[in-house]
């Protein structure tokens, strides 16, 4: 809670003049009863002639129609301060939280789910907006009704004292016998939440592949597995607060008959009038009213603490991977070293999935890392700019671990192609300034002819400017490859990965890739994971990886020489070819 009020204080003007605002409504309602008590006294059973008792009934009904006005105009007031408040401090604490997410590593958003995330994000926030936005106004609105009620009942006569004696104990004892129970249930609530979010995203993202292996039925029974589990949950907490407002109701309407028998028994005394009695009625509704708003606050608040605390944990969370200390180190050769280097995975165990890995590659080199699936290829790479860190060992770039550059600074010279290329709905050139805003049709030109992506672009009927739908649906594998390689050319990077990136192109448009590669990035340090020996026998190094060590490193000529694991890939490949 402590993070709301630090968003809320920006805007303490408004969250001061919404309450304010409401006292004005409230005085209203409070003067109301009196002045109807007068109306029925004076007017209504007046001594005086008949025009005269007409004409006080016309004055005081004007003046208590002009009390309402003020009134309304008062709330009107509150709720439009208190809704900017609540909408600017969620607008604040949305942008804070996706800021923070989209700088927390993998690993960290791996931890909190994707769909936890969104739920935090979206409906966490807003159960907190609403919570400000009623706080602001039911807080004041709530405690001046309620002293204010009592305070003018027992000025019309201290007998009536005995039935708010009775009668508030036994609701604030209800209130909070519900509210207890219910408490809990609401963070569980946004917990079931977040399991329905995730099997929609995870089902939406992943549409084709659910279709492809017909697992639609299977799917559907899982969203509604979590979707019932997120009913039953809140139909517990429902049915909690479903019996609070009908027992208050007794007790309320019990209040009013005692009210309306200790009237009587006063008025018949001639203690007291009848329209004292009516406006006693009025402001026993008003007191017990009150109470059953605590209630509904309580609700308000459990919830909002529940979901403040899910945002909190998001914002409290310090990304792992963080700027590194030399700020004015920047990469200028592009030479990257292994030394040592050991890696496992959080929560895989400390299974390691490098291990004491050593490797050069020197800038404008081509090194090619080969090995089997699961051998630790990708994980090697993503060392480089830090997705993840290293465990042991260091990685440097041009003798300075990677550790310390500055984040943008480091990744904004490493170009990374994915092995799941990943395209944005936007047109060809716009998916391909991804790599650099700024770039000039002919320099997005000219990285397309490198990555071999050209030919195929201009075939489309608008070039350039043809839309491509969400993920790059509309292309093919081998043309998202491409279109990614592209992108990472435009960033004019010092190390370029590959990560498996050219699978889906055929031998020849491979071999042409590399070709232009060598010529128009002849500086450019070049690390190309591969799985077949015709991609990497051009590379000036070749390292095999096997189970998480480099067990060979060398050119073509000097593995197929000393290298056993080498000759077994190249002559099994070869054999599938049918050479
Ligand atoms: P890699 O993803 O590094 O293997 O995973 P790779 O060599 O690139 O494999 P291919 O060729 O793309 O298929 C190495 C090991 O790390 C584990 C995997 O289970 C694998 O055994 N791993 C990978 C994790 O534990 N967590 C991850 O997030 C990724
Ligand atoms: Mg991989």
Known sequence: MKKVIKYLRPYWVFALLCPLAMILEVAMDLVQPQLMSDIINNGILGSGPMDENLAYVVKTGLFMLMYSLIGCAGGIASAAFGTVTAQKLGNDMRKDTFNKVMHLSFQQTDKFTTGSLVTRLTNDITQIQQFVAMSLRMFVRTGMQFIGG?????????????????????????????????????????????????????????????????????????????????????????????????????????????????????????????????????????????VMMVGMMFQQVSR????????????????????????????????????????????????????????????????????????????????????????????????????????????????????KSELFSGTVSENIRWGDDGAPDDEVHRAAEIAQADSFIQGFNEGYDTMISEKGASLSGGQKQRMSIARAILKKPKILIFDDSTSALDLSTEAKLHAALRENLKDVTVIMIAQRIASVMRADKIAVIDNGTICAFGTHAELMETSDVYRDIYYSQMKEEGV
């Open 150 to 290: 009592i305070a003018c009942l027992l000025m019309l006569n201290v007998n009536f004292g005995l039935v708010i004696a009775v009668s508030l104990p036994v609701q604030l004892a209800v209130v909070t016998l519900i509210m207890r129970r219910a408490a809990p249930l609401f963070g569980i609530v946004q917990d079931k939440l977040d399991k329905v979010n995730s099997v929609v995203q995870e089902n939406v993202t992943g549409a084709r592949v659910v279709k492809a292996f017909t697992r639609e039925e299977y799917e559907i029974d899982r969203f509604d597995r979590a979707n019932t589990d997120l009913m039953t949950t809140n139909l517990r907490v429902q049915r909690l607060i479903a019996i609070l407002n009908p027992i208050l109701m007794v007790v309320m309407n019990a209040s009013v008959i005692a009210i309306i028998l200790i009237g009587g028994l006063q008025v018949e005394a001639r203690a007291m009038d009848v329209g004292s009695v009516m406006a006693a009625v009025t402001y026993i509704t008003q007191i017990l009213m009150s």
């Open 304 to 419: 909002a603490m529940a979901s403040a605390k899910r945002v909190e944990e998001v914002l409290d969370t310090q990304p792992v991977i963080a700027d590194g200390d030399s700020a004015d180190s920047e990469i200028t050769e592009g030479r990257v070293e292994f030394k040592n280097v050991s890696f496992s995975y959080p929560g895989f165990g400390g299974k390691p999935v490098l291990k004491s890995i050593n490797l050069t590659a020197e800038p404008g080199q081509m090194i090619a890392v080969l090995g089997s699936t699961g051998c630790g290829k990708t994980s090697l790479v993503n060392l480089i700019p830090r997705f993840y860190d290293c465990t042991e060992g260091e990685v440097l770039i041009d003798g300075v671990n990677v550790k310390d550059y500055e984040i943008d600074k480091l990744r904004g010279k490493v170009g990374v192609v994915l092995q």
